[in-house]
């Protein structure tokens, strides 16, 4: 059995909330719309609107920005770089001379785990 609720801006048929009549009688047309982003920036993506009309809006988390466009892409090309000789460095297994009779300086393990 499924119980179908009224889709009118309330919960219960012969109660209808302060709130939402107030709103609704304010914002006329616009009850129950979410509102369009204006400008370059959107501030519209948490905004939400439940059933009653009650508009909530959460917290997002901004676009980064960077004073020039490819800031991060050649910070993160570099560290990459970085990264790949690091790990040709430690995992070179040219020990060829490192063995003698007084000393051995080869490597202690696999490489990197």
Do not use: C, H, W
């Not at 709130?19 to 959107?42: Q, S, V």
């Not at 501030?43 to 939400?48: C, F, K, Q, V």
């Not at 997002?60 to 892409?73: A, S, T, V």
């Amino acid at each position: 059995m499924s119980v179908k609720q009224p889709m009118d801006g309330q919960y219960d048929r012969g109660i209808i909330p302060s709130e939402t009549a107030a709103r609704k009688e304010r914002e006329g047309e616009d009850f129950k719309e979410t509102p369009e982003a204006k400008g370059d920036m959107d501030t519209t993506a948490g905004y939400t609107v439940d059933q009653e009309g009650l508009a909530n809006n959460y917290a997002i988390e901004p676009e980064m920005y960077y004073e020039e466009p490819g800031d991060l892409r050649k910070k993160e090309e570099a560290l990459e770089a970085q990264r790949k000789q690091e790990l040709e460095e430690v995992n070179d297994t040219d020990e060829e001379g490192d063995l003698t009779k007084k000393k051995d300086d080869r490597g202690k393990g696999v490489g990197v785990i």
